[in-house]
């Protein structure tokens, strides 16, 4: 996989992206996480957008690939129930966990892609 790169066009947000990318990769992810990266690690592609709705972008798109995995979690669950081994089924309240975290991933995005007022 490659490392996402930002757009060479998208506007400098603060002063030290313009520095050499120095210290903790975790502290830089999460700045950039608060900037407004989305799924891939890219900020929202939309420039002519308000900062706040390309965030709110960003994080809707986060919190889809979030619900894409629970899904995928949720699916392996049911078919191990029905067609897998007992000891390898996860157990009801594992499952209904993942649907509570589906439901509340859902939530998110739905919050996040409604324009602010």
Do not use: H
């Not at 690690?41 to 690939?65: F, K, M, N, T």
Request: glycine letters at 10%.
């Amino acid at each position: 996989m490659t490392t996402p790169k930002f757009p060479a066009n998208a506007p400098a947000n603060t002063e030290d992206e313009e520095a050499p990318r120095k210290g903790s990769a975790f502290i830089r992810a999460l700045k950039d996480i608060g900037r407004g990266a989305a799924a891939d690690g890219q900020p929202w592609p939309e420039p002519s957008l308000r900062v706040g709705r390309r965030i709110a972008l960003a994080d809707a798109d986060c919190a889809r690939a979030g619900l894409t995995i629970a899904l995928e979690m949720l699916l392996a669950g049911e078919r191990i129930r029905q067609n897998g081994p007992d000891e390898d089924y996860p157990g009801d309240r594992v499952m209904e966990g993942l649907i509570m975290a589906c439901l509340a991933i859902n939530g998110q995005a739905s919050a996040r892609m409604r324009p602010e007022e």
